[in-house]
């Protein structure tokens, strides 16, 4: 089994790290894809990645923590796609963010564009997939890939939609990232989403240490729980534990070519 999006280099996990590590390795999760959110996560990233073979590792500038980046930021993403090309699997977690816009006003959309659409040249140029962060944002995020033509695919995290919406992002060659929300029972339309699309286009997640599962709110959500993920979707869609997990992986694998195990 594989979490496709967990955050393990937040400080959250600094006091007991390896030991959450050790836990998912107990339960049968083979991988971690860690992405970035800000220039200075990176080299940790990259860090906890060369010491844990069981961690990848994506590099990118998430719309939410977008205030101290520059455009240093995105020359010095540049240099480290191509340092680390063949252990970086994708260009992420980028995105737009709606919601924080109006929060701040306004202030920070123009600003969110440039750097989603400069991140998509990086991932273009590098030929790596993405995984892109959404929130109030599909219709801009679906029109933005269209007329910049991009074709690699990569992952909608946390995908939270209709199902017009997945449609149109696996049109686009996209998955979907099924996390957390699917294991609330207000999330109908999300949950109905997961239940009809083809398996080809999931993958698991757990965005730990954020988006608790129902029953969990208000503790640190774990990568351990992707299972809990899992066992969510297959009640979801009527098939097996053990199906959802090889199917997914086998996702996974796909989608991110320039893994290296």
């Not at 955050?7 to 970035?36: A, M, N, W, Y």
């Not at 029109?143 to 149109?168: C, M, N, P, T, Y």
């Not at 699917?182 to 988006?211: C, N, S």
């Amino acid at each position: 089994m594989i979490d496709s999006h967990c955050h393990l280099d937040f400080d959250k996990f600094d006091t007991d790290r390896e030991s959450v590590i050790g836990e998912c390795q107990g339960q049968g999760i083979t991988k971690i894809l860690v992405p970035g959110v800000s220039s200075e996560h990176w080299q940790r990233q990259i860090d906890l990645c060369q010491h844990h073979p069981m961690l990848t590792f994506a590099l990118g500038l998430h719309p939410y923590f977008l205030s101290d980046e520059t455009i240093a930021s995105l020359e010095k993403l540049d240099a480290l796609l191509s340092e680390h090309k063949g252990k970086v699997v994708a260009v992420g977690e980028i995105g737009l963010d709606g919601y924080v816009a109006k929060q701040r006003n306004g202030a920070d959309e123009r600003k969110q564009l440039i750097f989603f659409e400069e991140q998509l040249n990086l991932a273009s140029k590098h030929a790596l997939p993405v995984v892109i962060h959404h929130r109030q944002s599909h219709n801009h995020i679906i029109r933005l890939l269209k007329q910049k033509r991009f074709h690699l695919g990569g992952v909608i995290h946390a995908f939270s939609g209709s199902l017009q919406e997945a449609k149109s992002y696996i049109e686009l060659g996209f998955m979907l990232g099924a996390g957390g929300t699917i294991t609330y029972d207000r999330a109908a339309k999300t949950r109905q989403v997961f239940k009809t699309i083809g398996l080809e286009h999931i993958l698991l997640e757990t965005d730990a240490p954020d988006m608790p599962l129902q029953g969990f709110q208000g503790q640190r959500n774990s990568p351990v729980r992707v299972v809990a993920v899992a066992e969510c979707l297959a009640e979801l869609r009527g098939e097996s534990v053990q199906y959802i997990s090889q199917q997914t992986d086998k996702n996974f694998h796909r989608l991110f070519v320039h893994l290296s195990d």
